[in-house]
C-alpha cells in the first residue's frame, strides 16, 4: 500500500475545514479587538499569524483535491509546524495582554493618540491636545492607557482559544503525516 493510500483524503479535508473556519475567527476577533482599541492590548498578531494560517489550510485543501504524494505532503508539514508555531506566539500575546490589557508597543505618544476607532471619528482632536499637553509637561507616561479596555478580555480570551485550536489541528497533521510515513494504516485492509 502507497503513502497515498495511507494518508486519508477526508482526514486532510476535515482539518483544512477547521483551519479555515479557525483562521476566520481569529482574523474577526482581532478586528473587534482593533475597533475598540488600536494600540492596547493588541500587538496584531492575529493578523500576521493569519497570513501563514491563511496559506496553510489553501494549500492542505489542494493536496486534499489534488496531488496526494509525500513530497506535497511533507509540504504541508512544513507549513503546519510553521502554523504550530505562530499559533503559540498568538497563545502567548493573548495571555499577555488577558493580563495587561493597557500593555502597547507603540511608544508613550503613540500609545497616547491611538485609542479605538470610534474616538477616531468623533472626539480625535480633543485626544491629540490632550497628549500634547501630556508632553509639554512631561506627564505622558500617566497618559498611555487613559481607561483600560476592558471590553477586549472576551474577544482576547476567545481568539486565544482559537489558536489553541488552531495548535490542535496543526499537531493532528503532524501526527496523520507521521502515521502515514511509518506505515500505520486507517482502516484500510
Not at 478586528?31 to 492596547?40: K, T, V
Not at 494560517?53 to 506535497?72: A, K, Q, S
Not at 501630556?134 to 477586549?152: E, F, H, L
Request: charged residues 10%; contains cysteine.
Amino acid at each position: 500500500m502507497g503513502f497515498s493510500e495511507r494518508f486519508p483524503r477526508w482526514i486532510t479535508g476535515v482539518l483544512a475545514i477547521a483551519q479555515i473556519v479557525i483562521t476566520a475567527a481569529i482574523v474577526g476577533l482581532e478586528l473587534g479587538s482593533s475597533y475598540i482599541d488600536l494600540g492596547h492590548g493588541t500587538i496584531w498578531a492575529g493578523y500576521w499569524c493569519s497570513i501563514v494560517f491563511f496559506y496553510t489550510f489553501l494549500i492542505m485543501l489542494f493536496i486534499t483535491f489534488c496531488c496526494r504524494g509525500r513530497c506535497y505532503a511533507f509540504y504541508v508539514l512544513i507549513l503546519n509546524i510553521l502554523s504550530g508555531l505562530l499559533a503559540c506566539v498568538l497563545i502567548y500575546f493573548d495571555q499577555l495582554f488577558m493580563n495587561d490589557l493597557c500593555k502597547c508597543y507603540l511608544g508613550d505618544k503613540l500609545c497616547c493618540a491611538v485609542r479605538g476607532i470610534p474616538s477616531l471619528t468623533s472626539n480625535y482632536s480633543g485626544i491629540l491636545d490632550d497628549c500634547t499637553n501630556a508632553v509639554n509637561q512631561g506627564t505622558i507616561s500617566t497618559r498611555v492607557c487613559p481607561s483600560v479596555p476592558y471590553d477586549k478580555l472576551p474577544l482576547v480570551k476567545a481568539q486565544l482559544a482559537f489558536a489553541v485550536g488552531m495548535l490542535v489541528t496543526c499537531g493532528l497533521y503532524v501526527v496523520l503525516f507521521i502515521f502515514a510515513c511509518f506505515g500505520v494504516c486507517f482502516g484500510h485492509g
